[in-house]
């Protein structure tokens, strides 16, 4: 099993450049989740998914969109990059019958 | 919401200390206490994880308490060694499945 994959690994955008961050779990898990990590503001929630078809906000929602076509792969997208949204993403899976968080290995983007 | 306090945000340690990070938490309803290492570079990885029906769980030198009255719960690593150096985070989750986290603890370990 791959676990979690996020691609890319790494990202240079301008301002008010698009882009899409791309997370697949390979464990049939139901709940998935995108945070940022900024330094000193531990992980933030953006987005999540309790299931195929359905997404909610988390605690930053705003400038970011999210789509879960298949259970399998959740998208972060950005419509219109901001140099405030310069972080690193992470997308986790979690299976309904445990609480456990398995983590992508994170994208590191910046914004110009 | 849930709102997670986690102290301290860095701590020092010689080699074979013991190392305490603590993290207070607001949700009565929470009943999901995990504790996550990251490695510099590195994805967040599960180390230990205490359930709100129990007050303290062990896993060889590291340790959990939990204190449901207070609200609050510790991270306990004995006999620190440097590859425990990384920067760990608490979390607090209820039956939603959405954790909130700490701001991390960045521990270092000197030789």
């Known amino acids: 099993n791959a676990g979690v994959t996020q691609t890319p690994k790494f990202r240079v955008l301008k301002t008010g450049q698009s882009m899409t961050l791309l997370c697949a779990q390979d464990m049939n898990h139901e709940y998935m989740y995108w945070y940022r990590q900024d330094p000193g503001m531990g992980l933030r929630l953006i987005h999540y998914?309790?299931?195929?078809?359905?997404?909610a906000k988390g605690e930053v929602p705003d400038g970011y969109n999210v789509s879960r076509l298949k259970k399998q792969n959740f998208l972060l997208g950005l419509e219109s990059a901001a140099p405030s949204q310069t972080s690193v993403y992470f997308c986790a899976s979690t299976l309904w019958t445990s609480n456990e968080q398995f983590f992508g290995p994170g994208t590191r983007l910046t914004v110009l | 919401g849930e709102n997670v306090e986690q102290h301290p945000s860095t701590l020092s340690v010689q080699e074979g200390d013991s190392a305490v990070i603590k993290c207070t938490y607001s949700d009565s309803a929470s009943n999901y206490f995990p504790w996550y290492k990251q490695e510099l570079g590195k994805r967040p990885q599960l180390i230990i994880d205490?359930?709100?029906?129990?007050g303290e769980k062990k896993d060889q030198r590291i340790a959990v308490t939990l204190n449901k009255t207070a609200k609050h719960f510790s991270l306990h690593i004995t006999e620190t060694q440097p590859e425990d150096s990384a920067v760990y985070f608490c979390a607090g989750s209820g039956g939603s499945y959405i954790p909130t986290f700490g701001r991390g603890t960045s521990l270092i370990v000197h030789p």
């Open positions: 205490i359930r709100s029906n129990v």
């Open positions: 998914s309790v299931g195929e078809g359905t997404t």
